[in-house]
C-alpha cells in the first residue's frame, strides 16, 4: 500500500463519518473536487461503489460497510505507528497536545503554562478545552485532564486528588433573595445547573435526589459559564472551591457538603514513556497537586496510576 492508497482510505472514511463530501474535505483542509477524486479512485481500486447519495450528503452503501470496518483498523495501525515513532526521540521537543475542561484549563493550566515552556523551550504545547471527552486512542489529544474517570483499554491514567467544592452565589443575589440556610429551601432559589446530557449531570443527584433537571433555572455543558452566571447573580451554582474563592463577589452558601471531584491525567499506553509526554505529565502533576490541596499558591495566581 503506497502513501496515495493510504490518503484515500484516510479520505473515504472521513466522508463516511461526515456524511457528506464538503464537510469531509473542510476537516481534511482539501478541495472538494479533490476529495471527490479520491473517493472515486478508491472505488474504482475496488470495483465498488461506496457511498450513496441522497438529499443531505451521503451514506455508506451497504456492501461498504465492510470496506469500511477494514477501513478503520488501517487508520488505527496508522495512528500506533505515528506514537510509537512520536516516541522514539529523546528529546523534549515537538507539539504535546493537553486536553482539559475549560474551567481547568482557563483556571489552572494556562496561569502555569510558562514554566512548562521554560523549562522546554523546544516543546510547543496546544490546549484542547472542552467538556467533553476527547479520543486519546483516536489521536485527538496525547494527554487529557478530566473530572472524571478515563476509560479505555489502552489508556493509562492517574488519580491527582480530589478538587473540593460547595454551593456559591453572588453576595448581591443573596442580599436580595436570601440566603438559604438548608438543601430544603436551596430548592426555593434559582439554581444553575448542568446540562442533563454531559458528563457532570449526576453531581446534584448526588447532593440530593430532589435536584432533578426540572429544578435548575439555567442549565449549561460549561463550568465556566456556571462560573460567570454565579458571578453575575444569576443563581446558586455547584463550584469549585479553590476557583471560587478567588472571586471576593462570590460567598460560600453553608448548607452541606457537596461531594469532591476526582481529578485524573490519562495518556495512551504508547505514549506514556515519550520523552515530552513525560515532561508535560511531570509539569501537570506538580500544577494540578498544588491546586488541589494548596491555596497559597492559587492566592499568588489572584492576578491572573493505574491502568484503565
Known amino acids: 500500500m503506497n502513501s496515495e492508497d493510504l490518503q484515500m482510505v484516510l479520505v473515504v472514511l472521513e466522508v463516511a463519518r461526515q456524511g457528506s463530501i464538503s464537510r469531509a474535505a473542510e476537516g481534511l483542509g482539501m478541495s472538494q473536487p479533490t476529495v471527490s477524486r479520491l473517493v472515486r479512485a478508491f472505488e474504482a481500486s475496488l470495483g465498488t461503489s461506496m457511498f450513496v447519495r441522497h438529499a443531505r450528503g451521503v451514506r455508506p452503501t451497504p456492501r461498504a460497510e465492510a470496506i469500511l470496518e477494514s477501513a478503520r483498523h488501517v487508520e488505527e495501525a496508522m495512528r500506533g505507528l505515528e506514537r510509537v515513532a512520536r516516541g522514539v526521540n529523546d528529546e523534549v521537543a515537538g507539539e504535546i497536545r493537553i486536553a482539559a475542561s475549560e474551567i ?19 516543546l510547543n504545547v496546544a490546549f484542547v478545552l472542552g467538556n467533553l471527552a ?8 496525547d494527554i487529557a485532564v478530566r473530572l472524571f474517570r478515563p476509560r479505555g ?25 436570601g440566603r438559604p440556610g438548608t438543601l430544603e429551601s436551596l430548592l426555593d432559589h434559582e439554581l444553575i445547573g448542568f446540562d442533563p446530557r454531559g458528563p457532570m449531570r449526576e453531581l446534584f ?50 448548607v452541606g457538603e457537596t461531594p469532591g471531584l476526582p481529578l485524573w491525567t490519562t495518556t495512551h499506553e504508547d505514549l506514556r514513556d515519550a520523552p515530552h509526554v513525560r515532561a508535560a505529565l511531570v509539569w501537570l502533576q506538580q500544577v494540578l497537586e498544588a491546586y488541589v490541596g494548596a491555596e497559597p499558591w492559587l492566592e499568588a495566581e489572584e492576578p491572573g496510576g493505574p491502568k484503565v
Do not use: N, W
Open 104 to 122: 481547568i484549563g482557563v483556571e489552572v493550566l494556562l496561569p502555569r503554562v510558562a514554566d512548562l515552556r521554560a523549562s522546554h523551550p523546544a
Open 153 to 177: 483499554l489502552s489508556l493509562v491514567a492517574r488519580r491527582v486528588g480530589c478538587v473540593p467544592t460547595g454551593f456559591y452565589a453572588s453576595r448581591a443575589y443573596l442580599d436580595a433573595h
Open 134 to 141: 476527547v479520543d486519546l486512542e483516536g489521536g485527538e489529544a
Open 205 to 254: 443527584s448526588d447532593i440530593d435526589a430532589r435536584f432533578t433537571p426540572e429544578r435548575f433555572r439555567l442549565a449549561t455543558d460549561s463550568l465556566t459559564g456556571q462560573l460567570v452566571a454565579a458571578r453575575s447573580g444569576a443563581g446558586i451554582a455547584v463550584l469549585q472551591d479553590p476557583i471560587a474563592q478567588k472571586y471576593p463577589e462570590l460567598e460560600r452558601v453553608e
